[in-house]
């Protein structure tokens, strides 16, 4: 399906996004700070109703079918980029960056990771057009990921393990100082310039991101074919993402069924990608180069309410567990 959307409005949407992005950049360096939890919840909250206002825009403007995939995509996104947030911590930790100078980090790394992914969609978008095939291997590849990310068996911290890598090229190639600068990249060591380990953390934080991007962005083309969209609900989903980090904070630790909710998600729009390949397959060894009419066809919507459904479901169930957990820790701290 062909997306009716105004180039004005593409073009001025991306615009006004980037000068968000870059005030609140701005922001950051001028008054660096450990954001209060009312600070990151009025942060939050902010850039959710800036998504939903998008929205409705999008409604306005193109229809409720679009409106309906901005808004999966964007759920899809945010949903399994709290997941990355695992990894943020602990390569926070591994790095020993100051907390007041986190926000710094996590804002540079995902403006790193936006420049990044912003050439993965237009090379995915690209394939897509040429080949609709490729919808089979992101239908295989989203099941093979639900099944890892269900049973991850410590992939976050062989993730940041796998981050060592570049962190070794990086001390290989630049010289890098001991100590931190305050939130310099630069700084001066007995009369010599060097970079801080603050370049290293920035390199850990991106490169991640873009690893969780190879898993995100085909779980949202499974949604959606519009590059504009699936760029939209990146932007989206990782503007919110820093502030979400402060505001969780020690609550990712009792959230420890999310990863079967995400797990979920990935593997329902695997499913979703794979009959959507079947709708239009053009592969002369399956039924005969034919259209499989037979496949079951999901709607934007019904993918919308699985996703929140998923999430809700996840999160419910890993509050009341730590609930429980604590309740019985008391309880046999009396006896």
Known sequence: MDLELPLWFEIGSLLILSLILLADLLLILKRPHIPSARESTLWVVFYVCLALIFAGLMWIIAGPEYAGQFVAGWLTEYSLSIDNLFVFVLIM?????????????????????????????LLGAAIIEEFSWV???????????????????????????????????LRRTIAI??????????????GKKMWTPMIIVFAAIGVTDLLFAIDSIPAIFGITQSAFIVFAANIFALMGLRQLYFL?????????????????ILGFIGLKLV????????????????????????????SLGIIVISMAVA?????????REKRLSRQGGTW
């Open 275 to 302: 009959f959507h390949a079947m709708h239009v397959n053009e592969l002369p060894f399956i039924n005969g180069g034919e259209p499989i009419e037979w496949a079951p066809e999901i709607s934007t919507w019904m």
């Open 135 to 169: 919808f089979y291997i992101f239908g295989a590849f989203l099941v093979w990921t639900a099944w890892r990310q269900a049973f991850p068996g410590g992939e976050h911290d062989s993730q940041v393990k796998e981050e060592s890598f570049v962190v070794r090229m």
């Open 177 to 190: 100082s001991d100590q931190y600068d305050g939130a310099k990249i630069r700084t001066v060591v007995d």
């Open 93 to 121: 930790s591994q790095f020993v960056v100051p907390r007041r100078y986190q926000q710094e980090v996590l804002m540079v790394g995902i403006i790193i990771a936006l420049v990044l992914r912003g050439i993965f969609i």
């Open 248 to 264: 969780l904070g020690d609550l990712l630790d009792r959230l420890r069924y999310l990863h079967y909710g995400i797990a979920f």
């Open 315 to 323: 999160t419910v169930a890993s509050l009341l567990a730590s609930s």
